[in-house]
């Protein structure tokens, strides 16, 4: 497997481990095995990709063989919600990535300049970025490539820098320049941020410094 393919997919089992999760049906809501309401208006998903609007990364040979396995699993009326497959998590996981790395490299060719593709396929935190904008939709995915690709063209390659900046993309404004901010956007940057230990204020930086030497100046002084 290309080391970009496997980094790809591996990456997007994140995306899904953190952040989307298992599978939906709406026969959960009937029989039971879900209770609560707010699901009622959702189809069947699984690991965050919707077999009815999810368009056309659902017909894929990709996307077909997906949604084959988890039907012949008896999904619909057997799993738990939230599973992820049980033995079948593997296979699921790869076609999932397999269905999502065509759409992905899509919007990157219309949003990011080439240098940033270059940038971002070769930083996890980045990468796990961009794959989850992807999910977001394509306005998010243009919104985060204009400051990614902003802040390069202003000189800034440093992939950590350049992490800081997409989270704050995601936690500092909504959808559009001096918005407010999406609750579920800003929630998904405060996770990511989390995961890559990526620092959105300096002052989180230098507070255990200034512990540390206060601690210190204490102990020597005694």
Excluded: C
């Amino acid at each position: 497997m290309p080391q970009k393919n496997k980094m790809f997919k591996e990456v997007v089992s994140k995306v899904i481990d953190r952040l989307e999760g298992g599978y939906f049906h709406p026969n959960m809501l009937k029989d039971g095995r879900v209770k609560d309401a707010r699901y009622s208006n959702s189809g069947e998903t699984m690991f965050g990709i919707d077999r009815l609007k999810g368009g056309s990364i659902n017909s894929t040979s990709a996307g077909k063989r997906f949604w084959l396995l988890i039907d012949q699993a008896g999904a619909a009326n057997n799993w738990k919600w939230n599973y992820k497959g049980g033995s079948l998590e593997p296979e699921l996981k790869s076609l999932a990535a397999e269905m999502i790395e065509p759409l992905y490299n899509n919007l990157s060719k219309n949003y990011l300049t080439t240098k940033a593709i270059q940038i971002v396929n070769n930083t996890p935190a980045l990468l796990f970025h961009f794959i989850y904008a992807t999910y977001n939709g394509s306005g998010w995915f243009k919104k985060f490539a204009t400051d990614i690709t902003t802040a390069i063209a202003s000189g800034i390659t440093d992939p950590v820098q350049l992490a800081k900046i997409a989270i704050n993309s995601r936690t500092k404004e909504g959808l559009t320049k001096g918005s407010k901010p999406n609750s579920l956007i800003v929630q998904s940057g405060n996770k990511i941020a989390e995961m890559y230990n990526i620092l959105k204020d300096p002052i989180i930086l230098i507070a255990p410094i200034i512990a540390v030497s206060l601690i210190l100046y204490y102990l020597l002084k005694k």
